[in-house]
């Protein structure tokens, strides 16, 4: 199973310099390959020339002091672009590439032998070439026996160092059948929600944490100061760097929260029904943009299904028009009249009274349940595709 791990580095001041040039050589060479790309027209010009990673670096003296295999292995991301976007069997046509800019996150990756990790709880070093040996925080190890394939080393816009490690290890251990004899389900259904950020069909709620409202007021400060300084200055490079920190703090309380909420759930249900949600259009709401952006519900989703693959649970999608708030869990009957802003409703048909949440929660889960013994497949992703940070 591939699955990669994600560490904090902790580079000198002589490597970052060579980390930020090995970036540009990277750029460079992307941004020559999307260049010659977008030079072709089939009605006036001839079919594009690529020069290699190689001849290219042959014009430039500077770049003799990167490593060669990166901007070979960025030759062959490049090569891989071009052969899906010109694919003639895929479902979505992808965009066309666009060019790299420096201020934007930078990487870049090594094939195996370019880089060894050696690692161990706490502080460790990473080896890799032409920067030589780089301390790494390890807060978890990949299991014995696992054999590394690439490392992917990147800079978010806050200047932090981290380094993906992917691998080829054993899967972990399928969590083990519930045992309904002793009172506990092992189906539930989800609603996720704004109010709260989980319903289950149990009836128990999980608040929503609303860690970017949190730090609005950090945000707010640092964005008022990044507004009066002059663009391209020291002074707004700095500023700039605090905003995008407090960012990154949000976005790890985010996902910190979602890994532990995700995996509380696998534990504890063999069978989860979640609804489809077109997040892209909800977040046209001008009202509730913001809410649902910092749910991350789309997120939270893609942590359920991959983990629901390691662990050996189920996790059934059900349609995006799926009525699961206005139908009436006793009867099915269909409250037309439904509101957003209403939170309890009483069945017009057979006079239950329902909280809202808890009675689409039940709802998707019982939906859930016929689809999955229609053996209807669920949107669910490949073992190869299953990777986390």
């Not at 590439?97 to 930078?106: A, M, P």
């Not at 696992?146 to 490690?165: E, M, N, R």
């Not at 002074?235 to 605090?242: A, G, H, I, L, S």
């Not at 029904?273 to 939270?300: C, H, P, T, Y």
Request: glycine share 6%.
């Amino acid at each position: 199973m591939l699955r990669a791990y994600k560490y904090r580095l902790y580079p000198d001041s002589e490597q970052i310099i060579l980390f930020n040039k090995t970036f540009g050589c990277v750029r460079v060479i992307w941004n020559r390959f999307v260049a010659t790309f977008n030079s072709y027209d089939k009605n006036t010009n001839p079919k594009p020339a690529y020069k290699s990673s190689t001849e290219i670096k042959a014009e430039f003296d500077w770049m003799k002091e990167v490593s060669a295999a990166a901007l070979q292995q960025k030759e062959r991301d490049f090569m891989t672009f071009k052969s899906a976007y010109f694919s003639k069997n895929r479902k979505t046509k992808i965009k066309r590439c666009r060019f790299k800019v420096k201020g934007s996150r930078q990487s870049y990756r090594l094939p195996a032998p370019k880089f060894s990790l050696d690692p161990g709880l706490g502080s460790s070093y990473l080896r890799l070439e032409k920067i030589g040996r780089v301390k790494v925080l390890v807060d978890r190890e990949p299991k014995p026996g696992y054999k590394p394939l690439s490392a992917t080393i990147s800079k978010d816009c806050a200047g932090a160092f981290f380094v993906s490690v992917l691998v080829d290890e054993m899967a972990p251990e399928k969590f083990p059948a519930i045992d309904t004899s002793s009172g506990c389900k092992n189906a539930v259904g989800i609603d996720l929600g704004l109010k709260h950020y989980i319903t289950l069909s149990t009836g128990e709620k999980i608040e929503n944490p609303e860690f970017l409202r949190e730090s609005q007021a950090k945000l707010k400060k640092a964005q008022r100061n990044l507004s009066r300084k002059i663009r391209g200055s020291n002074r707004y490079k700095k500023c700039k760097v605090k905003v995008a920190r407090v960012h990154r703090k949000v976005t790890n309380q985010r996902k910190w929260f979602q890994h532990q909420v995700s995996l509380d759930l696998l534990r504890r249900f063999e069978f989860i029904g979640v609804e489809s949600l077109n997040v892209s259009g909800m977040v046209k709401n001008r009202k509730l943009a913001r809410s649902i952006s910092d749910a991350g519900w789309s997120q939270f989703l893609n942590l359920l299904q991959y983990k629901a693959l390691w662990y050996g649970r189920q996790i059934q999608e059900i349609g995006t028009f799926f009525p699961s708030s206005k139908t009436c869990s006793d009867c099915g009957q269909i409250n037309q009249d439904l509101v957003l802003g209403d939170r309890e409703w009483v069945c017009k048909s057979c006079g239950v009274i329902h909280d809202r949440d808890i009675n689409a929660a039940v709802n998707i889960e019982q939906e859930a349940l016929k689809i999955y013994a229609l053996g209807v497949p669920s949107a669910q992703r490949t073992q190869s595709q299953c990777k986390t940070a």
